[in-house]
């Protein structure tokens, strides 16, 4: 919920505020656009979130000593393991998730924002989805700083002024700015925190592991070189 409503009034706030900042309509369509895909992607992560369970089957009357020899027994021979909380075989690299209660298929971890799991299925979703967010964030609250703040050019591009807020001294002096400025600052935070979460993704994707298995210290030695892990995501049908 934190999420939709941090999305929900940084929109309001700069719809509400694009008379008064005078931007140019282009520049507010492509903010809402950018908005649109981002929020697009992320509903499609939360939409194949349950894509991601585990096609279990269930072991009968398993106690945790027999459960434990079991899953060994199946690592060695099948590409199959045991939960020891719900008892079901399930695939290898495949964690029980205690918020959701089921066996997601390589879980990265349970995503607060969206409440639901990050695995296989829609791995890629949210990912996309964290980019076009940061991007989202950044492009509209550059904008607003540039249009309350005085602005300065670091570069033309194909005749587009790409601009950077210099002096923000005199935000204060009037309310309806001010809100503006801190909104500004708020979105400025989300983006933070969303570039520290793609910094752990890259580094996951890098090492060929998931989030969970680095949480667990799984690593499974010699998978793939570099290159290979992002062959692996980029080409295959699962991370």
Same mark, same amino acid.
């Given at each position: 919920?934190?999420?939709?409503?941090?999305?929900?009034?940084?929109?309001?706030?700069?719809?509400?505020?694009?008379?008064?900042?005078?931007?140019?309509?282009?520049?507010?369509?492509?903010?809402?656009?950018?908005? +649109?895909? +981002?929020?697009?992607?992320?509903? %499609?992560? %939360?939409?194949?979130?349950?894509? +991601?369970?585990?096609?279990?089957?269930?072991?009968?009357?398993?106690?945790?000593? +027999?459960?434990?020899?079991?899953?060994?027994?199946?690592?060695?021979?099948?590409?199959?393991?045991?939960?020891?909380?719900?008892?079901?075989?399930?695939?290898?690299?495949?964690?029980?998730?205690?918020?959701?209660?089921?066996?997601?298929?390589?879980?990265?971890?349970?995503?607060?924002?969206?409440?639901?799991?990050?695995?296989?299925?829609?791995?890629?979703?949210?990912?996309?989805?964290?980019?076009?967010?940061?991007?989202?964030?950044?492009?509209?609250?550059?904008?607003?700083?540039?249009?309350?703040?005085?602005?300065?050019?670091?570069?033309?591009?194909?005749?587009?002024?790409?601009?950077?807020?210099?002096?923000?001294?005199?935000?204060?002096?009037?309310?309806?700015?001010?809100?503006?400025?801190?909104?500004?600052?708020?979105?400025?935070?989300?983006?933070?925190?969303?570039?520290?979460?793609?910094?752990?993704?890259?580094?996951?994707?890098?090492?060929?592991?998931?989030?969970?298995?680095?949480?667990?210290?799984?690593?499974?030695?010699?998978?793939?070189?570099?290159?290979?892990?992002?062959?692996?995501?980029?080409?295959?049908?699962? %991370?």
């Amino acid at each position: 919920m934190w999420a939709l409503w941090s999305i929900l009034f940084l929109w309001i706030l700069f719809e509400s505020t694009v008379p008064m900042l005078e931007l140019l309509p282009e520049e507010n369509v492509a903010f809402l656009l950018l908005l +649109s895909i +981002s929020l697009f992607f992320l509903y %499609k992560a %939360k939409h194949f979130s349950q894509s +991601s369970q585990a096609a279990a089957s269930h072991v009968d009357a398993v106690d945790e000593d +027999s459960a434990v020899l079991l899953i060994h027994d199946e690592m060695e021979d099948q590409d199959t393991n045991v939960c020891q909380l719900c008892r079901k075989r399930v695939p290898l690299r495949t964690f029980h998730c205690i918020p959701c209660q089921v066996c997601i298929v390589r879980q990265d971890h349970h995503n607060v924002w969206l409440d639901c799991c990050i695995g296989a299925s829609n791995y890629r979703y949210y990912l996309l989805g964290c980019i076009f967010g940061l991007i989202t964030l950044l492009f509209g609250s550059n904008l607003s700083l540039t249009s309350i703040c005085h602005p300065f050019l670091i570069a033309n591009v194909v005749g587009v002024h790409i601009l950077m807020p210099d002096d923000c001294s005199d935000v204060f002096d009037q309310y309806d700015i001010a809100v503006c400025f801190v909104g500004s600052v708020y979105a400025l935070a989300m983006a933070g925190c969303i570039i520290l979460v793609l910094m752990q993704q890259i580094f996951f994707i890098s090492r060929g592991i998931t989030g969970t298995e680095w949480r667990r210290g799984e690593f499974i030695p010699q998978r793939r070189h570099c290159c290979g892990n992002w062959r692996n995501f980029l080409c295959s049908s699962s %991370k």
